[in-house]
């Protein structure tokens, strides 16, 4: 496993004063690329959630779309898309993300979720965790439970998974890459 988070940890290209000056952004676009850095880290989550209790893989934003959609195909579980409100049709549940893309909505279908399920929240990265804590607060409006939030990388001096963590959210990363 450690040799095969090196080889994943290889292809993130690190773009600084990207979106805007100060930040580093990691590119996962050359992971998702290469087809064999995209099974192993599938593989990888799957093993980690092969037997668990979850219900339904909730994706965070698109870009964590390709990889959540393998897991959950592969974990034989639904997949259920956070999207912006004016994507959803008919009445949903929103909530409000301020990060380093800007301000923005986002919602969940009030029929996506009930009380009886377990997610996997899924993102392709964390930093900041706003998105994340943004998703976690849409799934408990449901009163569902939230096994995991689970992303293929961490920025942990962005600060998001401590702030999961306060708001007692397991977390799992794949990677973490330190400034």
């Not at 929240?121 to 849409?138: H, Q, V, Y």
Request: overall charge negative; proline content about 6%; some cysteine.
């Amino acid at each position: 496993m450690i040799i095969d988070q090196v080889y994943l940890k290889n292809l993130v290209t690190c773009v600084p004063d990207f979106p805007s000056k100060g930040h580093k952004f990691r590119d996962l676009s050359p992971l998702l690329a290469d087809p064999k850095a995209l099974q192993i880290a599938c593989d990888l989550l799957i093993h980690r959630y092969t037997g668990s209790d979850i219900s339904a893989v909730v994706t965070v934003s698109d870009s964590g779309l390709l990889p959540g959609s393998i897991v959950a195909y592969r974990l034989q579980k639904p997949l259920i898309r956070i999207r912006p409100p004016q994507m959803i049709p008919g009445p949903s549940f929103e909530e409000n993300v301020d990060n380093a893309l800007g301000h923005q909505a986002v919602a969940l279908s009030e029929s996506a979720l009930s009380a009886d399920d377990n997610v996997l929240l899924f993102d392709d990265a964390i930093a900041s965790g706003e998105s994340m804590l943004a998703a976690a607060a849409l799934v408990r409006r449901f009163s569902a439970r939230i096994h995991e939030a689970c992303t293929l990388i961490d920025l942990p001096d962005a600060g998001g998974r401590e702030k999961l963590i306060e708001q007692d959210v397991s977390f799992y990363a794949l990677m973490t890459f330190e400034d």
